[in-house]
């Protein structure tokens, strides 16, 4: 079922949108429970099944059933899992947590509904580009739509109530993923994070919370939702991101004019290994690819483009490239996998 999203770029990866030569992608997401039944740390398996198969006949009701996937994760492969959060469609906690849980998914990935993950529902929506406030219009009208049929645990006070006290409130996380080679070349990187601090913005990795940042992938997201409206939360993101976009920008600048032949450098180096690699691990591979991006951003390689890239990106990883080979391989033997696969599809550079 879910083999089908292999022919098709994943929505955050799109490369379409405002600014996408910087923002890869919006993403909103928002933490909601059920009233009458109790939050996932005191849940039986008879309140997860509940949950679950409620969410699913609502889901039944308000969307057409040929446009979204029902998934149950519990009874997915351990590789199937992992495709899914490559494609940034269910969390990390969701793939390897246990017990019956779920996940909504939209067949344009543009959304999604996790069910029985840290909270009874994480419902997001992803757009690539910059453009918080339509995707954030867009999860709006999912969101009334399930609680015309749900009843979600709200606090007059307090607002929607969480697992979590940093999703208390909104119950929104609103994120924009960047990618920002010049300023890790220019060292300057450190500077963001401690402006974004002070805003009670967060930095995190490419899978968000205690991710590790790669391929120069950073997101920025709001730490608190508790007495704070959600066009507060995004406002302070369309307040911030400019400024990180401009900074990146300054500093892609300097590279061409005062160390034009070490950007090179990287870039060739980058091309040069990709394509002759016989060995190659996914790490070093989006390394490499996040240098080819800001090559062809800045000019400097005309015969590939962004979306190729991007589709380079998606498909070396490891899930996802044991899913096109067919068949699931240790850890050397994607590696080789890979590098092949790099050498076919960059043949032509």
Same mark, same amino acid.
């Given at each position: 079922?879910?083999?089908?999203?292999?022919?098709?770029?994943?929505?955050?990866?799109?490369?379409?949108?405002?600014?996408?030569?910087?923002?890869?992608?919006?993403?909103?997401?928002?933490?909601?429970?059920?009233?009458?039944? $109790?939050?996932?740390?005191?849940?039986?398996?008879?309140?997860?099944?509940?949950?679950?198969?409620?969410?699913?006949?609502?889901?039944?009701?308000?969307?057409?059933?040929?446009?979204?996937?029902?998934?149950?994760?519990?009874?997915?492969?351990?590789?199937? =899992?992992?495709?899914?959060?490559?494609?940034?469609?269910?969390?990390?906690?969701?793939?390897?947590?246990?017990? #019956?849980?779920?996940?909504?998914?939209?067949?344009?990935?543009?959304?999604?509904?996790?069910?029985?993950?840290?909270?009874?529902?994480?419902?997001?929506?992803? #757009?690539?580009?910059?453009? $918080?406030?339509?995707?954030?219009?867009?999860?709006?009208?999912?969101?009334?739509?399930?609680?015309?049929?749900?009843?979600?645990?709200?606090?007059?006070?307090?607002?929607?109530?969480?697992?979590?006290?940093? !999703? *208390?409130?909104?119950?929104? =996380?609103?994120?924009?993923?960047?990618?920002?080679?010049?300023?890790? *070349?220019?060292?300057?990187?450190?500077?963001?994070? =401690?402006?974004?601090?002070? *805003?009670?913005?967060?930095?995190?990795?490419?899978?968000?919370?205690?991710?590790?940042?790669?391929?120069?992938?950073?997101?920025?997201?709001?730490?608190?939702?508790?007495?704070?409206?959600?066009?507060?939360?995004?406002?302070?993101?369309?307040?911030?991101?400019?400024?990180?976009?401009?900074?990146?920008?300054?500093?892609?600048?300097?590279?061409?004019?005062?160390?034009?032949?070490?950007?090179?450098?990287?870039?060739?180096?980058?091309?040069?290994?990709?394509? #002759?690699?016989?060995?190659?691990?996914?790490?070093? #591979?989006?390394?490499?690819?996040?240098?080819?991006?800001?090559?062809?951003?800045?000019?400097?390689?005309?015969?590939?483009?962004? !979306?190729?890239? !991007?589709?380079?990106?998606?498909?070396?990883? $490891?899930?996802?490239?044991?899913?096109?080979?067919?068949?699931?391989? $240790?850890?050397?033997?994607?590696?080789?996998?890979?590098?092949?696969?790099?050498?076919?599809?960059?043949?032509?550079?």
């Amino acid at each position: 079922m879910i083999d089908g999203m292999l022919s098709q770029l994943s929505q955050w990866l799109r490369g379409e949108g405002l600014e996408s030569e910087i923002v890869i992608s919006c993403r909103i997401r928002l933490a909601r429970n059920l009233s009458g039944y $109790p939050f996932m740390a005191r849940a039986t398996e008879t309140d997860r099944r509940g949950i679950s198969e409620l969410v699913q006949r609502v889901s039944d009701e308000l969307f057409d059933r040929s446009s979204f996937y029902f998934v149950d994760i519990d009874s997915l492969s351990s590789l199937d =899992r992992m495709y899914l959060l490559e494609r940034q469609l269910i969390s990390r906690e969701l793939a390897e947590s246990t017990g #019956t849980r779920a996940a909504v998914i939209d067949k344009n990935e543009s959304f999604c509904i996790m069910i029985n993950e840290e909270d009874h529902l994480r419902i997001h929506a992803t #757009t690539s580009g910059f453009e $918080p406030m339509r995707i954030w219009q867009a999860l709006n009208e999912i969101d009334d739509k399930l609680s015309s049929l749900l009843s979600y645990s709200f606090h007059p006070k307090l607002g929607y109530l969480s697992a979590c006290p940093t !999703n *208390v409130g909104t119950g929104m =996380r609103a994120s924009v993923m960047l990618h920002l080679p010049a300023l890790v *070349v220019t060292k300057e990187i450190e500077k963001v994070f =401690r402006s974004l601090q002070k *805003v009670n913005l967060a930095i995190r990795g490419l899978y968000g919370e205690n991710s590790q940042p790669v391929g120069d992938l950073y997101q920025i997201s709001n730490q608190i939702t508790l007495g704070k409206t959600e066009s507060e939360l995004i406002a302070t993101l369309q307040n911030f991101v400019p400024q990180i976009l401009n900074f990146e920008r300054q500093s892609r600048e300097f590279l061409l004019k005062e160390q034009s032949e070490i950007l090179l450098d990287r870039c060739s180096r980058a091309v040069g290994l990709l394509k #002759t690699a016989r060995t190659i691990g996914s790490v070093e #591979t989006l390394h490499h690819l996040s240098s080819l991006r800001l090559g062809i951003n800045m000019g400097l390689i005309d015969n590939i483009t962004i !979306n190729d890239v !991007n589709r380079l990106f998606l498909n070396t990883q $490891p899930a996802h490239l044991q899913k096109l080979l067919g068949e699931k391989l $240790p850890q050397n033997e994607r590696d080789v996998a890979r590098a092949k696969y790099l050498q076919i599809n960059l043949g032509s550079i």
